[in-house]
């Protein structure tokens, strides 16, 4: 550290005397510390301190080490805009030897933001699709492994796992809408209080291929998250173009609310191209964390929230922790948090939250009139989202297959351009497009889809949708 005396005149600073020194010598003799100020040989006067004080500089690590939990939550976009999944132009399209660039996006980012997340439990939401059994209701909110009272799946293999099912049981529709999911990822940030003790902090993680369609609602939802722990990353998919969400990324100018009359007050959105950084790990990783530690620092110094380390640290730590930081290991940076802080996961203030929304759900459904032996069935094999409306169909739907009737089925796949087999001459399944395609399902008789893929079909001909009665094998 360099200390100068200087002189300001017209034509600029006139340097009288200084002197060198170093934070320890500072710390270890703060009371009486005194330095001669030299100018060249001559002794132009003395410093001395009356009082010191050490205010170290916290960064995002210190939280990290510190104890602070981080958590990821997913959302992916199933709009028509993004094509069929069995077209070979489709952005869904799945092929096991060349993973799409939503697959690569979700690994490729996922891997990066799970290194922060303590428990690799990840809530995985989808929006934008027509979902089973009649496929007439749209939701923009609704959980990937089947059950919105329990979205959670372990790290990034099961968010793929859980990706790949609803790619085949989905009907993508639209349109695009943020403000569900964002509302969402509020909604399980605003359950944990984030206090000196117990510091949590929230990532939503939304993968979509085209223009937003809620923009002054997603407006209004991202100005009322500011105040929360909750970071956003948006990763655009394929070649749209992209021009809203650089406005949502606010990092020239903030958003304002017309509903809430406010302006943001703190920068919380990042919106990365895939397509611009596709294959180029390193510029991936700096341009998804690029405005992350920030976000975090600047919620915990607005709340006064500071890192949980020892109060007195010696220098060999300080020096260890950092270089720590710097070097690549397979190992969760939560692997080194402090072990005297108690674990805010343990509280499970989400576990309880999805828990009053499971049991406002089935007041709901039995103020409708429905059996509560019947609700409990149909609540227990997972309702996929919150609209009651669904609810209501899957117990329609169970009740009719109960009593032998085949429920009314919407064509999930009926406009598909491979369910015509002049588009199709090497018979491919049409799901897969790898295996050809054996199975004649009656009573509509259509041949389409391999006898593994058969099995994710939810039992309806994905030619028609007709439910399927029986099938054979024409091998």
């Not at 391999?450 to 994905?462: I, K, P």
Request: proline content about 4%.
């Amino acid at each position: 550290m360099r200390f100068e005396l200087i002189k300001t005149q017209r034509n600029g600073i006139q340097v009288l005397g200084s002197f060198e020194t170093h934070l320890l010598e500072l710390k270890s003799d703060a009371s009486s510390f005194a330095k001669k100020l030299q100018n060249g040989n001559t002794e132009v006067g003395t410093l001395k301190t009356t009082h010191f004080e050490y205010a170290a500089k916290c960064n995002f690590l210190d939280y990290i080490f510190g104890g602070c939990e981080v958590s990821l939550i997913i959302a992916i976009d199933f709009t028509r805009s993004n094509g069929a999944a069995t077209l070979p132009t489709s952005l869904h399209r799945y092929n096991k030897s060349n993973p799409n660039d939503y697959i690569q996006a979700i690994t490729a980012v996922g891997e990066i933001l799970q290194y922060y997340d303590s428990d690799k439990r990840i809530p995985v939401y989808g929006f934008g699709a027509k979902l089973p059994p009649y496929y007439d209701l749209v939701s923009h909110c609704f959980a990937l492994n089947g059950n919105i009272f329990d979205p959670e799946v372990t790290g990034v293999d099961g968010v793929i796992e859980v990706y790949k099912k609803t790619i085949q049981s989905a009907m993508f529709h639209g349109p695009t809408v943020f403000s569900h999911v964002i509302r969402t990822a509020s909604s399980y940030a605003s359950a944990f209080q984030t206090t000196q003790t117990h510091q949590h902090y929230f990532l939503l993680l939304i993968l979509t291929d085209g223009d937003i369609y809620d923009i002054e609602a997603t407006k209004d939802e991202l100005v009322a998250a500011c105040d929360l722990p909750l970071s956003i990353i948006i990763v655009g998919v394929g070649d749209c173009n992209f021009e809203r969400m650089s406005e949502l990324d606010a990092d020239t100018r903030p958003l304002y609310s017309k509903k809430l009359n406010k302006e943001m007050n703190r920068d919380i959105v990042q919106f990365v191209s895939f397509s611009q950084v596709k294959g180029k790990a390193t510029e991936l990783a700096q341009q998804t964390l690029y405005e992350v530690p920030r976000q975090l620092l600047s919620f915990m110094e607005t709340k006064g929230i500071k890192p949980n380390l020892n109060s007195i640290q010696s220098e060999e730590e300080s020096i260890f922790r950092k270089i720590s930081s710097n070097i690549k290991t397979n190992l969760p940076l939560s692997s080194y948090r402090s072990q005297g802080i108690s674990d805010p996961a343990k509280l499970h203030p989400s576990s309880l939250l999805l828990s009053n929304l499971k049991k406002k759900y089935i007041e709901d459904l039995l103020t409708l009139g429905f059996p509560s032996k019947l609700v409990k069935s149909v609540l227990e094999e997972g309702v996929a989202c919150m609209d009651i409306n669904m609810g209501v169909q899957l117990i329609n739907y169970k009740k009719a297959l109960e009593s032998g009737k085949t429920p009314r089925i919407h064509a999930k796949l009926a406009h598909s351009k491979h369910s015509d087999i002049s588009d199709n001459p090497e018979r491919l399944c049409i799901i897969c497009m790898a295996r050809p395609s054996k199975i004649v399902v009656q009573p509509c008789g259509h041949r389409l889809v391999c006898s593994e893929c058969l099995e994710v079909s939810l039992g309806h001909c994905a030619g028609c949708g007709v439910f399927i009665s029986s099938w054979d094998d024409i091998d």
